[in-house]
């Protein structure tokens, strides 16, 4: 018997995926999504100097305006992601720029970073936070990513980023730079070791006392592109790397009416390109850096897999958007199953 968030879930999907996902924005802010159950202590997770009730977490992507941070956290989510937001409001690709391709599912993407840019942004994560005894301020649920990207026009990354650094380091547990999503022009350009050394130093440079820094990376480069990116994160006092974006990659397998779209694809389609990138990079990082990985992870099968191959922690979209938050009590059931077949008791005895 499907509860109300399944039957909610199944109506948004005879909607318009902008308007749908504007709907379900507006109902997980005002609290109409449900709450999740306690998290079982076998799914505590450490990773980022930080401890996460469970390892899935919520890529960026969702909520790019930090409109609704409260409300996923309750829906069972060991940490949310918000953003990609960028320095000036913009408001990204013409519509449409989003389309399910259900029989996949897989979502593509060309949003182009609609954001309400950074000041609007921090408005909107104030309330979540208050003054401790040190003057500073804390986050009032699950561990907060901040995703960060650069406007489409007028964009300086050497000066950009940093400032945005700035902005979110107090309401941040992590942060994020956006280096690889495929709908802003010369983005992934910045992936590249001698670009992303400087971005990385002018990071350091101006905010030594920032939080965790992560970088995500496409999942559309070559192999052997991996190792020096990782190197120069490395080098670069990076603390992690996301593992991966979207890619513009099609493979011959889709079957939706909107598999030619232009833009970024996710889901299941992703899922073997994300676990070799994972295996591939996990292999050189030597548990140096954390990792995170993401794309097609659709069970909890999925998810011990990549903990695993050495991810510290995962992060879903597609899988959210298709099931709504159902999926997160399947998938947490799921895992606790395949932890418990392997004799596995607790995540945390998982090398790390």
Same mark, same amino acid.
Do not use: W
């Given at each position: 018997m ?61 909520d ?22 960028? #320095? ?7 519509? *449409?720029? +989003?389309?399910?391709? &259900? =029989?996949?599912? @897989? ?93 990385l ?7 030594p ?8 990376l496409? #999942? ?7 190792? *020096?990116? +990782?190197?120069?994160? &490395? =080098?670069?006092? @990076? ?12 493979p ?41 990985s ?56 998982? #090398?790390?």
């Open positions: 499907l509860d109300l968030g399944q039957i909610a879930t199944q109506l948004l999907r005879r909607l318009d995926p902008e308007t749908a996902h504007e709907i379900a924005i507006h109902s997980i802010a005002y609290g109409l999504a449900g709450h999740g159950k306690a998290d079982h202590s076998a799914l505590k997770t450490h990773a980022l100097g930080l401890t996460f009730p469970n390892p899935i977490g919520l890529a960026a992507g969702f790019k305006n930090a409109r609704a941070v409260r409300g996923l956290a309750k829906l069972g989510f060991g940490y949310i992601e918000t953003g990609t937001v960028t #320095p000036r409001p913009q408001p990204g690709n013409p519509k *449409p720029r +989003l389309f399910r391709l &259900i =029989d996949d599912h @897989a979502i593509i993407n060309r949003m182009g970073f609609n954001s309400c840019g950074i000041d609007r942004f921090c408005q909107n994560l104030t309330p979540l936070f208050r003054p401790n005894k040190e003057g500073h301020v804390q986050a009032a649920s699950v561990p907060l990513g901040i995703n960060l990207g650069i406007n489409k026009t007028g964009a300086d990354p050497l000066t950009d980023y940093p400032a945005l650094v700035g902005r979110v380091k107090s309401y941040a547990d992590y942060i994020t730079i956006n280096l690889s999503s495929p709908n802003t022009p010369g983005l992934r350009d910045l992936q590249a070791v001698d670009m992303l050394s400087r971005l130093e002018a990071i350091q440079t101006a905010h006392d920032r939080p965790a820094l992560l970088i995500k496409a #999942p559309d480069l070559e192999d052997e592109a991996y190792g *020096p990116i +990782l190197q120069a994160a &490395i =080098d670069g006092g @990076a603390d992690g790397l996301i593992l991966t974006n979207t890619t513009l990659a099609r011959e397998s889709l079957t939706g009416p909107h598999r030619t779209e232009a833009g970024g694809l996710s889901g299941a389609p992703l899922a073997t390109r994300a676990r070799d990138v994972l295996r591939l990079v996990a292999n050189l990082n030597e548990r140096r850096l954390c990792l995170i993401s794309g097609g992870i659709e069970s909890g099968r999925d998810i011990l897999d990549r903990l695993k191959m050495g991810a510290n922690l995962v992060q879903i979209y597609t899988a959210f958007i298709y099931e709504g938050p159902a999926v997160l009590t399947r998938l947490k059931q799921e895992l606790l199953q395949e932890m418990s077949r392997e004799g596995i008791r607790n995540l945390a005895s998982l #090398p790390r």
